[in-house]
């Protein structure tokens, strides 16, 4: 069986802890095989972060969890791939 291969999230989180520590975080759960952070938006109190994570079999729970441990929230799944291996999106003429 396979599962979960692409988590694309939307989160707010407070400024501490840093995108650094959160990757780090992230980057050891297991399945995990790789993770990237983007910040997008900054105000006083939090930041707006798009998280990528790939890896097989991940464990939605346990990465929402590990977010929401660190003071994080998600405000929305972006994007989720599962199945033997990754498809790629391909733009459609309506989207052009």
């Known amino acids: 069986m396979t599962g979960i291969r692409r988590l694309v999230l939307d989160v707010l989180k407070p400024h501490h802890p ?3 520590e959160l990757s780090k975080t992230l980057s ?3 399945g995990v095989h790789g ?3 983007s910040l997008y938006e900054v105000d006083q ?3 707006t972060v798009k998280i990528t994570i790939e890896g097989e079999n991940l ?3 346990e990465v929402k ?3 929401e441990n660190l003071g994080a929230v998600i405000h929305s ?9 990754l498809v790629e999106e391909v733009e ?4 052009r």
């Open 28 to 30: 050891v759960l297991p």
């Open 77 to 85: 799944i972006d994007e989720i791939a599962a199945g033997k291996r």
């Open 35 to 37: 993770v990237n952070l």
């Open 92 to 95: 459609t003429l309506q989207e």
């Open 65 to 67: 969890d590990s977010i």
């Open 18 to 20: 840093s995108i650094v």
């Open 45 to 47: 109190q939090t930041e």
């Open 59 to 61: 464990d939605y729970e």
